[in-house]
């Protein structure tokens, strides 16, 4: 799969299309066509300057497609790939007017992206060897969710649900209007049976263990722990005995990632995948230019 096929063409075309008008201002790269000639065409190499790993590189190329003039944006990895500081990922040949004007629309896309993939890969390497799973929640820049999800899963990491419309996901305020945790999750299955064409997770959220004893009564299909100290993570663990999934989530960082892998839970959400992840550090660099026609 690819980026233009997770997030869909049309959502690239048209956010490439936005950026790069935003940045264009109905006038162009005024800076570009004071100071290179129309017939300047040359090559450029996109080199990282961190280590990390590669997402959205369809992003880049639709970029360089939309370019007026038009460029080649041409990569030597794919996404998922690990790449290293001062590694040349890509080279963009054309107009050189082309190649300028579609830089930082590009490298914005692509950074971000790159970003929130190395974010996942290095949450990852925190659990490896645990059994948990590190996943994304909702909290994606919007118009960008499909985008970012499509990151995570390029760093390794998976994916929750997508919105509010493909699993059920009871939290406190759910709770507080249904009248309890067991009344929610019987509310919940009975909306699921009359309604639904096809199976829905029910994941529902509980902030004390007696809440999870509730849950487990009602065998819903995850648990999620929400801001469950680690002590009493390991008590959750030890009643649910393995009888439903559970997730940990709330306040958890890279850095307590593998202590609460440790406790036992299933998963791990994350918010910081996506709200949170540095963009990953890009540079474009002219090599070469020609008077009229590139050389090949």
């Known amino acids: 799969m690819s980026l233009a ?15 790069l008008a935003e940045d264009l201002g109905g006038r162009g790269d005024i800076t570009s066509l004071a100071t290179i000639g129309e017939r300047v065409h040359g090559r450029a190499e996109l080199i990282v300057k961190g280590d990390g790993v590669i997402a959205g590189i369809d992003w880049a190329i639709e970029t360089g497609r939309r370019a007026d003039p038009p460029v080649d944006w041409e990569f030597s990895v794919r996404d998922g790939d690990p790449v290293t500081a001062g590694q040349v990922v890509a080279r963009v040949t054309g107009s050189v007017r082309g190649i300028l004007l579609s830089e930082r629309t590009a490298l914005n896309g692509l950074g971000r992206l790159s970003g929130i993939a190395t974010f996942a890969r290095r949450a990852m390497e925190r659990v490896r060897g645990t059994g948990a799973v590190v996943i994304d929640t909702r909290k994606t820049t919007p118009g960008w969710r499909l985008a970012e999800k499509w990151a995570v899963h390029c760093g390794g990491a998976e994916n929750h649900r997508v919105g509010l419309y493909d699993e059920m996901l009871i939290k406190e305020n759910h709770i507080e ?14 909306w699921v049976r ?14 004390t263990l007696d809440q999870l004893s509730e849950a487990l009564t009602e065998r819903p299909d995850r648990i999620l722990l929400d801001n469950f100290p680690l002590d009493r993570m390991l008590e959750a663990v030890a009643i649910n005995d393995g009888r439903c999934v559970l997730e940990a989530s709330g306040g958890i960082t890279l850095d307590t990632l593998a202590d609460v892998a440790g406790t036992g839970v299933d998963r791990i959400s994350l918010g910081a995948l996506t709200h949170s992840a540095k963009p990953l550090d890009l540079s474009l660099r002219m090599r070469k230019t020609y008077q009229g026609a590139l050389k090949k």
């Not at 209007?177 to 919940?188: K, L, N, P, Q, S």
């Not at 009359?194 to 902030?207: M, S, T």
């Open 177 to 190: 209007a249904a009248g309890g945790v067991a009344e929610a999750i019987r509310a919940a299955r009975e």
């Open 194 to 207: 009359a309604n639904a064409r096809e199976a829905v997770p029910i994941e529902v959220e509980v902030e």
């Open 5 to 19: 096929e997770a997030a869909g063409p049309e959502w690239l075309r048209r956010h490439v299309k936005e950026a």
